[in-house]
Structures are given as structure tokens and as C-alpha cells.
């Protein structure tokens, strides 16, 4: 999943920027769950993750923590700082094809970062990570876990990267700006080219961007086949002059009322909905993505007691529940589901129902990384 | 003067060798490991395997069109901010009051003090719908779409680099000789004539250098077309990014950016020639 532009890493500059824009998450939100904050605060000499513990004291140094904009709990992070002495340095990124080309590059430095499903295979085998031993992360309890979502980070019977939280990849629309209500991938493009030309975004981000151009033919969202490839590629390059942009940072463009519709993930269309509720969030019939982020410790960890016990932390469900309400996206532990509030459970966007979920598809390791894909997504860009 | 003793040389050598060595472990050694990575080929994962090849060469038209965006709106650019940036810095230099010129000057260079991709950000607001079109709208042009189309990238470059483009224009022109347009004046040429045939020519190494200044980084670009051009309009730069940290195809990435090089290299040694050279010869002077 990337929620971000794709040239970013490239830039250190935008990793400032995104820092800068991370004030997105809503005070009148936190406000609103004070009550919780609250007890977690109160709790929090009673919860074992909160508590400085023997495993903390040894604990030093800093933490590299690499992840997505957007997409933590500040004061989660301040809180372990002051809890074990760990200053946790924060670099955020646009793609998880830019995190493997780092990682690949070698001497990152990272000690944790969160990889999506269909990577984590991947970096197993280019031994860029290290299997995770769950005997050190006392507060995550994998019974507790939705399995679909813990599936792909354990291969071959070995735990390799623990879930962080799930989401969909369906498509926002601004319902005042558009008087048809679509609700498929075959009205996406269609109207792409028709009553919304010139207003529609799609993701820098092959994933998704050519995975759901396929959706429109019907086929699967994870195909490799050439010649249904080769017919997304048509759809893309024909809708490629009525698109308004090409950009994983969709969400100031539909503020800004430039756009009317785009591709869009769970949190920001939860993001989005909370300031302009004429966004609608369209989780396609025909399917799409459903995907998950994980936390995982890379091969050369600086910090590995630091990055174990960081993980640990921030997945004890009362310190999990603060991440979900900061970036929107739900959980997959019933625990620490259970502190979220209720209207955040009844939200479809963040939870759908059974039926639009079953038949969206997790992205596959080899859709990421096709050479083929990567060439049609630079032909579209470059058309 | 007899240079006695290899101290003086010893001297140059050691002053020069933080340079030289900077040189060769930054420019030359990267440079050639991107020779070496150009004929090879995408290892299964991506990154580089070694090969012999000239696959990634042959490849190459597959960017064509990234390479003619680039070409067109990069001097199209220069020229743009050129235009803009002389007036300036003509009025900086000679009309304006001495005890302003500083003042001016940095506020010329003012917009470097805050981040570019802030201010990027900035423009990706004003030439939105709210913004700019906006107005227009309210004047009876309505449904003006600027931001992510070549246009937005064009007002990007010049608003971007112009504060590159106008030091050495001020500083050809204040260096100019104003007996020489009192002489011009006094054979009896127009103030026009005087200003294409006096002036212009005088400042023109200054317009070179911002030119190739300009020119040059915006060849390099890739945050202008991503950003004002919504990756809608495809820089070489943006094509480099994509391929190395997307399909993390090294090899053709390596290739791509060798032709960049190349074609730099050439329309740079064409320019001085013809710019530069040209205008050394008509450098005049009184005395």
C-alpha cells in the first residue's frame, strides 16, 4: 500500500513535509474520545506496556522506526521515549517498492518498518529480515488476531512480521461535484471518460492503478497474464488524458475541489469524510484490494532489544487503540477493537460489511514486483 | 621570477586535493559505476545483474516522450525566466536607487529562505481551482485549468529559478560601462538601438550563465513536473525516479540517465560555442 507519492524517498524533503502535514489527525477527534485517553492514562500503571518494566531497563540508544505519512500516534511514541530512554527516529515513505530499493541499497540503518502483505515474502527471501521471536512480545497475543491478517506475515510456520492494521483500496467521490452515484470499477472508468473528465485521480502506484483498471475487464486484481494486462494498459492510456492527475497524494486535490474522484484507502477516506461528508467512499462490486501492514525488524537491526520491545508497545490494545483513532485504520485484534470507540466500529468505511469485503483480493507478492506491470505503469506516466 | 623549491607546488597540490578527491569519489567513481550498471540487466527482484548488453540503450525510445517534454519545457523555461529575469535585473542594476539595490537584492533572493516544496505546495493551491482559475472565472473566463498541465510547470520553473537567473544578469550589467551608452547616445543612436546594440550584448555572458544555470537544473528536475504537473507531465527526471525506486530496474535507469548526460553534455558544449564564444568576441571596452 502507499499513501504517498512515489518519488518521495528519493526526497528527504517531503519526509519533512509529510512530518510538517502530519497534523492532519483531528484534536476535536481525540476530544471526542478524551474519556479513553483518559483511562489509558489512568490504566497505564496498571498495563504491563506502560509500565517501565525489567525488559525496558536495559534499553538505550535510538530507534529507527520507518513507516507510512500519517500513520502513528505521536504521543504513543513520545510516551515510549520517556518510558524507556529510546529516541525514536521517524522516516516515513511513499511506497513499499521505495522501501525494498532502500533496503536493497543496503546500510539503512532501520531497526523497524512496516512492510505490506505481498512484500514481506519478498524481503524474506532477499534476507532483509529477521524472523520474529513472539516469546519476546509478551502484549501481542496472536489468538487474538483476525487470521486473514496475520497469514502473510508467517511463512513456512515462522513468524516473520506481526499485523499492524488493515484496510481496503476502493475509490472516493465527491457527491455534490457529480450527479451519478457510481459504484463499480466499470462507472469509475467510464465516467473517468465522460461527465468527470479531467477530475479523476489515480494512484502513482502501480498496484493499485493497474490492479483496478483489470477490475474493469472483470479480471483479477492481482493478473499477470499479458494479454489482460495489455488490456488494462489500453483502458489506462485512453484514460490518461482525462485524468487530472497521476498522484498518490490525492486527498488536498479533492479538498481543493480539483478533483472529483480518486482512488482512495480506508484512512483517507475516513480522513476526508470527517471534514467534507459529501466524500463517499466506494468499496467497487466487482472487488479490488484488501490489504494489510505489518511491523517487521529488519536483518541488520542497530537496536533489535529496542525495536522488539518498541513492537511489543505499541501493539498492547490499549496503546493500539490510540494508534487506530490517530490514522484511521482498524485493527486487526479483537482487543484492542473492543477500546475503539463505537462509532468508529459502526463506520463502513472502516468496517465493511462481510459481504463487500469477500470479494476483494490481498495483493501478491509477484504483482509487486512484475516487471512487466512496472513498464506498463511507466508507459501510462510517460504517455 | 625563478620558482625555487616544490614548496609552492606542494602548497597548490594540498589546496587542490580536497577538491580533486571530492571530485573523483562523488562525480567520477558514481559515474562509472552507472557506466558499468548501463550495460547490464534487472536482476529477478530488481536491482542490477552483471551482463554484458546494449539492451537498455536500444530501449531507450521507450522514454522518448519524457525526453521530448523534458527538451521542450526546459529551454522553453529558461527562455521564460531570461525574459522575466532581465528587466529586473536591469532596473536593479540601473535605475534603481543605490541605497534600495541590497534591500532588493535579497528580496530577490528571499523565496530560498523557505523549503521549495513548500512553496511548491503553495502553487499547487494558488493555480488550483480556488485559486487562480477562480479569479478568472469571476472576470468571465471560465473553466481555466492551469495546475497539472505544462503550463503550471512552465509558471513553476520560472517563479523557481528566477532568483538563479537574475545575479548574473546584475552583475554583467552593473559592471557595464555607462561612458559607452553616453558615447552610443552621442553618435546619435535612438535609446533602443543603444540598449540592442550596447547593453544587451554587455549583459549577455550574465544571461548565459543564468541560462545554463536554469537550464541545467531544470533538465534535472523531477519535484516541478511531479508536484505543478500532477504526474501528468513526465520529466526524464521523473522516469529516473520511477526506475530506479519503482520497477527498480537499475540497468535501463542507468541507461536513461547516461543518454541525459550525453545529450547535456552536447547542447551545453553547442551553447558555449555559440553563446559564450560569440559574446566574448564583442566584449568592448573604452580604454
Known amino acids: 500500500m502507499t499513501k504517498q507519492p512515489d518519488f518521495i524517498p528519493t526526497s528527504k524533503f517531503l519526509d519533512e513535509l509529510r512530518r510538517y502535514q502530519k497534523g492532519s489527525v483531528s484534536r476535536r477527534h481525540f476530544l471526542g474520545v478524551t474519556g479513553l485517553g483518559m483511562a489509558a492514562?489512568?490504566?497505564?500503571?496498571?498495563?504491563?506496556?506502560?509500565?517501565?518494566?525489567?525488559?525496558?531497563?536495559?534499553?538505550?540508544?535510538?530507534?529507527?522506526?520507518?513507516?507510512?505519512?500519517?500513520?502513528?500516534?505521536?504521543?504513543?511514541?513520545?510516551?515510549?521515549?520517556?518510558?524507556?530512554?529510546?529516541?525514536?527516529?521517524?522516516?516515513?515513505?511513499?511506497?513499499?517498492?521505495?522501501?525494498?530499493?532502500?533496503?536493497q541499497a543496503g546500510s539503512t540503518g532501520w531497526d523497524v518498518f512496516v512492510p505490506t502483505n505481498y512484500a514481506i515474502s519478498t524481503y524474506k527471501d532477499l534476507n532483509l529480515i529477521q524472523p520474529i521471536d513472539l516469546a519476546r512480545l509478551p502484549n501481542y497475543d496472536p489468538a487474538t488476531q483476525e487470521q486473514r491478517f496475520t497469514a502473510e506475515g508467517i511463512i513456512d510456520g515462522q513468524v516473520w512480521a506481526v499485523p499492524k492494521d488493515w484496510g481496503t483500496t476502493g475509490y472516493t467521490y465527491n457527491s455534490k461535484a457529480m450527479s451519478q452515484k457510481p459504484t463499480t470499477w466499470k462507472e469509475f472508468w467510464d465516467l473517468t471518460r465522460n461527465e468527470a473528465t479531467g477530475r479523476v485521480m489515480v494512484h502513482d502506484y502501480q498496484l493499485t492503478t493497474i490492479g483496478n483498471a483489470l477490475k474493469y475487464f472483470g479480471y483479477s486484481f492481482n493478473s499477470n497474464d499479458p494479454k489482460e494486462l495489455g488490456e488494462a494498459e489500453k483502458l489506462l492510456i485512453e484514460a490518461k488524458p482525462h485524468l487530472f492527475g497521476i498522484n498518490s497524494d490525492y486527498?488536498?486535490?479533492?479538498?481543493?475541489?480539483?478533483?472529483?474522484?480518486?482512488?482512495?484507502?480506508?484512512?483517507?477516506?475516513?480522513?476526508?469524510?470527517?471534514?467534507?461528508?459529501?466524500?463517499?467512499?466506494?468499496?467497487?462490486?466487482?472487488?479490488?484490494?484488501?490489504?494489510?501492514?505489518?511491523?517487521?525488524?529488519?536483518?541488520?537491526?542497530?537496536?533489535?532489544?529496542?525495536?522488539?520491545?518498541?513492537?511489543?508497545?505499541?501493539?498492547?490494545?490499549?496503546?493500539?487503540?490510540?494508534e487506530v483513532q490517530a490514522h484511521g485504520y482498524p485493527s486487526p485484534d479483537s482487543r484492542t477493537n473492543k477500546l475503539v470507540p463505537k462509532e468508529m466500529l459502526?463506520?463502513?468505511?472502516?468496517?465493511?460489511?462481510?459481504?463487500?469485503?469477500?470479494?476483494?483480493?490481498?495483493?501478491?507478492?509477484?504483482?509487486?514486483?512484475?516487471p512487466l506491470r512496472a513498464e506498463i505503469m511507466a508507459r501510462f506516466k510517460a504517455a | 621570477?625563478?620558482?625555487?623549491?616544490?614548496?609552492?607546488?606542494?602548497?597548490?597540490?594540498?589546496?587542490?586535493?580536497?577538491?580533486?578527491?571530492?571530485?573523483?569519489?562523488?562525480?567520477?567513481?558514481?559515474?562509472?559505476?552507472?557506466?558499468v550498471f548501463a550495460f547490464g540487466e534487472r536482476a529477478p527482484a530488481g536491482g542490477y545483474a552483471a551482463a554484458f548488453t546494449f539492451d537498455n540503450f536500444l530501449n531507450l525510445p521507450a522514454r522518448g516522450k519524457a525526453f521530448i517534454n523534458t527538451l521542450t519545457l526546459a529551454p522553453i523555461g529558461t527562455l521564460l525566466t531570461a525574459v522575466i529575469a532581465f528587466p529586473v535585473a536591469y532596473f536593479l542594476a540601473l535605475r534603481c536607487d543605490p541605497k534600495w539595490r541590497v534591500t532588493l537584492l535579497v528580496l530577490v533572493m528571499a523565496p530560498f529562505w523557505t523549503s521549495q516544496l513548500l512553496r511548491y505546495y503553495a502553487w499547487i493551491m494558488l493555480?488550483?481551482?480556488?485559486?487562480?482559475?477562480?479569479?478568472?472565472?469571476?472576470l468571465g473566463f471560465p473553466d481555466i485549468r492551469i495546475i497539472n498541465t505544462p503550463w503550471a510547470v512552465l509558471i513553476g520553473a520560472?517563479?523557481?529559478?528566477?532568483?538563479?537567473?537574475?545575479?548574473?544578469?546584475?552583475?554583467s550589467l552593473e559592471k557595464l560601462d555607462k561612458r559607452l551608452l553616453e558615447a552610443s547616445s552621442d553618435l546619435g543612436a535612438t535609446p533602443l538601438r543603444s540598449f540592442l546594440q550596447v547593453t544587451l550584448p554587455l549583459a549577455l555572458p550574465g544571461v548565459a550563465t543564468g541560462a545554463m544555470l536554469v537550464f541545467i537544473l531544470l533538465m534535472g528536475d523531477y519535484i516541478l513536473p511531479q508536484y505543478l504537473?500532477?504526474?501528468?507531465?513526465?520529466?526524464?527526471?521523473?522516469?529516473?525516479?520511477?526506475?530506479?525506486?519503482?520497477?527498480?530496474?537499475?540497468p535501463y535507469g542507468a541507461a536513461v540517465s547516461l543518454a541525459l548526460v550525453a545529450i547535456m553534455f552536447v547542447t551545453?558544449?553547442?551553447?558555449?560555442?555559440?553563446?559564450?564564444?560569440?559574446?566574448?568576441?564583442?566584449?568592448?571596452?573604452?580604454?
Request: charge should be neutral.
Open chain 2, 229 to 250: 504537473g500532477g504526474g501528468k507531465v513526465f520529466f526524464i527526471g521523473n522516469a529516473l525516479v520511477d526506475l530506479f525506486l519503482q520497477s527498480r530496474n537499475w
Open chain 2, 127 to 138: 493555480l488550483g481551482a480556488k485559486g487562480v482559475p477562480a479569479w478568472l472565472s469571476y
Open chain 1, 41 to 103: 492514562a489512568v490504566l497505564g500503571g496498571a498495563v504491563p506496556g506502560l509500565r517501565p518494566r525489567k525488559a525496558y531497563a536495559g534499553l538505550s540508544g535510538t530507534l529507527n522506526f520507518t513507516t507510512w505519512p500519517s500513520y502513528f500516534a505521536q504521543e504513543n511514541l513520545d510516551n515510549f521515549t520517556k518510558n524507556t530512554g529510546v529516541k525514536i527516529n521517524v522516516a516515513v515513505f511513499g511506497s513499499n517498492e521505495e522501501m525494498l530499493a532502500k533496503l
Open chain 2, 1 to 35: 621570477m625563478t620558482r625555487s623549491a616544490g614548496r609552492p607546488q606542494i602548497l597548490t597540490a594540498a589546496l587542490l586535493a580536497p577538491a580533486v578527491l571530492l571530485f573523483a569519489v562523488m562525480l567520477l567513481a558514481p559515474l562509472l559505476v552507472i557506466v
Open chain 2, 158 to 171: 520560472v517563479y523557481g529559478y528566477l532568483p538563479l537567473m537574475v545575479p548574473p544578469i546584475y552583475v
Open chain 1, 251 to 322: 486527498k488536498p486535490s479533492l479538498i481543493a475541489g480539483d478533483a472529483w474522484m480518486s482512488v482512495c484507502w480506508t484512512g483517507d477516506a475516513v480522513q476526508l469524510q470527517r471534514d467534507m461528508p459529501e466524500f463517499v467512499y466506494v468499496l467497487a462490486k466487482e472487488g479490488g484490494e484488501i490489504w494489510s501492514d505489518f511491523y517487521a525488524i529488519t536483518k541488520d537491526a542497530p537496536n533489535p532489544d529496542a525495536a522488539y520491545a518498541f513492537i511489543d508497545y505499541i501493539l498492547t490494545p490499549q496503546i493500539n487503540a490510540v
Open chain 2, 268 to 287: 551545453i558544449l553547442v551553447y558555449m560555442r555559440f553563446v559564450l564564444g560569440g559574446s566574448g568576441q564583442r566584449r568592448v571596452a573604452l580604454v
Open chain 1, 346 to 370: 459502526d463506520n463502513p468505511v472502516l468496517y465493511p460489511a462481510a459481504e463487500a469485503l469477500s470479494p476483494l483480493e490481498f495483493g501478491a507478492a509477484a504483482t509487486l514486483t512484475n
